[in-house]
């Protein structure tokens, strides 16, 4: 499911580097947290809705992706995001 643009804003203005900031990985990590976050509430109502695994999984792999990334690049800032956001890992 999607998420807003406000809640959108909210979450790179947090974790972003600038208020705009769309495009640095920890924004981008909070954003597909935040809408796995709703397709997993949507897939406990709905659990044939096929499409929408699919598309949870695809969120999965791209955020663990960037996870990857970050983690190679830098270590510290890895280790702070995913404890705020409470990712396993």
């Known amino acids: ?3 807003s643009k406000d809640k959108t ?3 790179v203005k947090e974790y972003g580097k600038t208020a705009d900031d769309t495009g640095s990985t920890e924004s981008q990590i909070s954003i597909f947290s935040e809408r796995i976050s709703n ?3 949507h ?3 709905n659990k044939k809705d096929k499409s929408a695994q ?3 999984m695809l969120l999965v ?3 663990s992706r960037l996870l990857k990334y970050l983690k ?3 270590l ?3 280790k702070k995001l995913v404890e705020k956001l409470g990712i396993r890992k």
């Open 1 to 3: 499911m999607t998420i």
């Open 9 to 11: 804003k909210e979450l």
């Open 39 to 41: 397709l997993t509430d």
């Open 43 to 45: 897939l406990k109502i």
């Open 54 to 56: 699919r598309g949870l």
């Open 61 to 63: 792999s791209k955020r």
């Open 72 to 74: 190679k690049t830098r």
């Open 76 to 78: 510290e800032d890895y």
